[in-house]
């Protein structure tokens, strides 16, 4: 049988060593949607007919509006109760580390330090032939200054379906959930891979992991606290801090 708070709530107070994993689901109470729920769907496209090379190298000027209105939404919205509550657990907890696959900077702007991110972010564009960077505003990117002078063409810097995670990022994610007693998943569906492995595969046997997410998800399994409520009404009574 599950947990519940109390128990998930001991444990975190408890820990040795925390790792944090988050998906959109943390960022849906700051008006952002989530990328398979109601409104998942930009214009017809899914998001994987977006978030891929295939997708970029097809239609560059679709994919970049795609993101420029991505980016103006995250700069309207504020980081919420359940991403605040993750930095305050981090300040009190030597050992913490928290990953997400979010890329609206949230967690960042919440005040929490050192987060792995695992897709990237939406700081900054790359030219996909010679790696020269501009940073993005809420504006976005220009269309008209997608081709660079070099040949290539700037692109987000985001992890597409079919590239590999940023190594030293996932190292340091993978060891951390190895090493954590205590495991916490938020908002993700876990139907996205290698992230999910972090919750599904890498932590030991004994490590408790909690989850909070509404929906049960396929990582609902490995949780030994699942917890249905949502992250900005859950996380502060989690960590005990005021929503
Ligand atoms: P999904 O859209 O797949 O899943 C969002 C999850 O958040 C679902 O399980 C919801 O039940 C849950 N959820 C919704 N509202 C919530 C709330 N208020 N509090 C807590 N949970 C809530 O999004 P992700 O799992 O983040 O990758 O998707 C993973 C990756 O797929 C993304 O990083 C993105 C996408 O393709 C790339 O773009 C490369």
Redesign the pocket.
């Known amino acids: 049988m599950s947990a519940g708070l109390d128990e998930a709530r001991t444990r975190l107070l408890g820990a040795r060593s925390i790792f944090v994993l ?5 960022s ?2 700051s008006g952002l949607p ?4 109601v409104g ?1 769907f930009w214009r017809t496209l899914r ?2 007919e977006l ?1 891929s090379p295939e997708g970029f190298a097809q239609d560059p000027q679709l994919v970049w509006t795609w993101y420029n209105e991505r980016l103006a939404s995250h700069a309207g919205a504020e980081p919420n109760a ?1 991403h605040r509550a993750l930095a305050a657990l981090q300040a009190r907890h030597g050992d913490f580390t928290l990953a997400t ?3 609206d900077s949230l967690h960042l702007r919440a005040g929490s330090r050192d987060v792995l991110e ?2 990237g972010n939406l700081r900054e564009a790359r030219c996909d032939l010679c790696g020269a960077r501009r940073l993005l505003g809420a504006e976005g990117f220009p269309l008209a200054e997608i081709e660079h002078e070099c040949g290539g063409r700037f692109r987000p810097d ?4 079919g590239e590999s995670l940023p190594y030293d990022v996932w190292e340091r994610a993978a060891e951390a959930a190895s090493r954590a007693d205590v495991v916490l998943v ?7 891979n290698p ?2 492995q972090l919750v599904t595969h890498y932590p030991s046997g004994s490590a408790f992991v909690i989850e ?4 049960a ?1 396929p990582i609902s399994r490995r949780a030994d606290a699942a917890l249905r ?4 009404s ?1 996380l502060p009574e989690l960590a005990e801090t005021p929503a």
């Open positions: 988050t998906g959109s689901g943390i849906s109470e989530t990328f398979r729920g998942g998001v994987e978030a359940g696959q979010n890329v695992l897709h985001i992890v597409w379906f938020v908002g993700t569906s876990g139907l996205v992230a999910a909070v997410n509404p929906e998800t409520g949502t992250a900005a859950l």
